[in-house]
């Protein structure tokens, strides 16, 4: 079991990768800038760490963990039993839209440097789908919100016209509404 400050270090590293690749773009992305803006030598990234591929990988696995957990607890916690894993993924990646914007950098790395690092991330992705599709509502409205949802998040990470966040509010109340007309 990793110690607290095992844990906090590593956390630390991948938070710094991800804002020099959000900042700088995934070429400025070397094990010594992620060190320094750490605040750990060298050789204590490489601890964690032992290449470049590693530190992507957990900035992945990271970033995978914590959403996929998002949905999993939001749809555990739904008392409507139709919908809920579509209301889980509209309202996980809603919440998360300002978290995303350093994480989801772990994306654009993986797909720089090695696009096989999202295989694991695809493959849960897959399941989800799958229980979306199962979900007991339209597959349209389903597949309307996970795409709606999926190009708030593009918009925000990327900065391609974000909306201000009172429309940010209604697209996601929208969302939800038409989901739950289907209850």
Do not use: C
């Not at 991800?18 to 773009?25: F, Q």
């Not at 999993?72 to 993924?89: C, F, H, M, N, V």
Request: no cysteine; proline share 3%; net charge negative.
């Amino acid at each position: 079991m990793p110690t607290s400050k095992t844990t906090n270090t590593k956390k630390s590293l991948l938070i710094a990768a991800a804002e020099i690749v959000k900042e700088e773009g995934v070429v400025k992305l070397t094990l010594e800038a992620v060190a320094q803006r750490a605040g750990v030598s060298k050789g204590g990234l490489l601890y964690h760490y032992p290449s470049k591929e590693a530190l992507i990988k957990g900035m992945v696995e990271d970033w995978k963990n914590n959403y996929f957990e998002s949905i999993i607890a939001l749809a555990k916690d739904d008392t409507k039993e139709l919908g809920k894993w579509s209301r889980a993924y509209v309202q996980s990646t809603y919440s998360n839209l300002e978290n995303d914007k350093l994480l989801s950098s772990a994306i654009m790395a993986a797909m720089f440097i090695n696009p096989e690092l999202l295989d694991e991330y695809r493959q849960q992705y897959d399941r989800l789908l799958t229980k979306l599709e199962n979900d007991g509502i339209d597959p349209i409205k389903t597949t309307i919100a996970r795409l709606s949802i999926d190009g708030l998040w593009f918009s925000e990470i990327f900065g391609m016209q974000p909306l201000n966040k009172e429309l940010q509010t209604n697209v996601f109340n929208e969302l939800i509404n038409m989901i739950e007309e289907e209850d």
